[in-house]
């Protein structure tokens, strides 16, 4: 069973429009999500995080918006440049008892491309 | 090193061989994770090591899978008796403290079971 769910593969937007990523978990256990960004032949890289205790982080061009009544974030990009275009992941980690916090669990990622 | 550091980056073998794949986490990192892609999912993890503690081996799949950590350092994640199954890239991570916070990936390893 998926956990961690992006329902989108892929999506496609315009250079300096909105690009916004979806997430939908099912485990209301998850109190910390954060987002990936991954290019071909590298590693995930970090890219934002929030707690459950917030409904928004903003980090530049970056906002995470969390919905913990719908188990529901989503990633805003404003504006978009091409160089954002990668795979996003979402990911979550469970409050753990006996600190097995640092479990992330993934979802399968979501492909955008930002075209010029 | 400056990032965390994996080798081989593909690896090609045939069903039934023994597999050694090897990271090098970032200098000072006391924890060290394994993950792995298989083809259109998402990341999931395999092993934990945190300073001198027991791993954590819930997600290895089978016991055909292991793990260690020498030194508190390198880290080998063997697979014994590859499977097709078993392809997939194999993502090491560390973080200056355990938690979910301050991963550093590396590029991973490709591998491919023929």
């Known amino acids: 069973d998926q956990q961690v769910k992006q329902n989108s593969p892929s999506l496609s937007v315009q250079e300096g429009r909105i690009s916004i990523l979806n997430c939908d978990y099912t485990n209301s256990m998850f109190d910390y999500f954060l987002w990936y960004k991954k290019y071909p032949a590298e590693g995930p890289t970090f890219l934002i995080s929030?707690?459950?205790?917030?409904d928004k982080n903003e980090d530049g061009r970056f906002t995470v918006f969390l919905n913990k009544s719908a188990k529901h974030l989503s990633l805003h990009i404003v504006p978009s440049q091409p160089g954002d275009s990668a795979v996003y992941f979402c990911a979550a980690s469970e409050r753990g008892s006996g600190g097995s916090n640092y479990k992330l669990t993934f979802g399968k990622g979501t492909l955008l491309t930002v075209n010029p | 090193g400056a990032g965390v550091s994996q080798s081989p980056s593909n690896k090609v073998t045939e069903k039934g061989k023994d597999v050694e794949l090897r990271c090098d986490p970032i200098?000072?990192?006391?924890?060290l994770y394994w993950y792995r892609q298989s083809l259109g999912q998402g990341l999931e993890f395999l092993i934990y090591f945190q300073g001198n503690s027991a791993p954590d081996k819930s997600g290895l799949p089978s016991d055909r899978f292991s793990a260690e950590r020498t030194g508190g350092s390198v880290s080998t994640l063997t697979i014994q008796r590859t499977q097709q199954e078993d392809s997939a890239v194999y993502l090491c991570a560390s973080s200056l403290v355990s938690g979910r916070y301050g991963y550093t990936f590396g590029s991973g390893t490709r591998l491919t079971v023929v």
């Open positions: 200098s000072g990192h006391t924890a």
């Open positions: 929030i707690s459950s205790i917030k």
